[in-house]
Nanobody
Framework: QAQLVESGGGLVQPGGSLRLSCAASGSIFSTYAVAWYRQVPGKQRELVARIGSGGTITYADSVKGRFTISRDNAKNTVYLQMNSLKPEDTAVYYC???????????WGQGTQVTVSS
């Protein structure tokens, strides 16, 4: 019964910024690790950033210093602030929420990010 909805994607020029949101319903985000993944056609889905239930954060090397993941548990929402965007950041971005207890794992439908002039 859990559902994740991504929003905030769109078209942006190189060097620009976007903020993605992942909102959950039917879940309590505070107990989940939440991650952002991205996928380009023909390539494997890759981890972009992850924030654990305890607040620990991991970034892919390609986005370190440019992207920031954060969470607002009161709103059941996780954000991905993307700055200094590059054309190679173009992809469909997916939100994932996982909890080991109960073997729970949920995916959103994805939001398109296109970086182009």
């Amino acid at each position: 019964q859990a559902q994740l909805v991504e929003s905030g994607g769109g078209l942006v020029q190189p060097g620009g910024s976007l903020r993605l949101s992942c909102a959950a319903s039917g879940s309590i985000f505070s107990t989940y690790a939440v991650a952002w993944y991205r996928q380009v056609p023909g390539k494997q889905r890759e981890l972009v950033a992850r924030i654990g239930s305890g607040g620990t954060i991991t970034y892919a090397d390609s986005v370190k210093g440019r992207f920031t993941i954060s969470r607002d548990n009161a709103k059941n929402t996780v954000y991905l602030q993307m700055n200094s965007l590059k054309p190679e950041d173009t992809a469909v971005y997916y939100c994932n929420a996982a909890r080991i207890l109960g073997s729970l794992n949920f995916w959103g439908q994805g939001t398109q990010v296109t970086v182009s002039s």
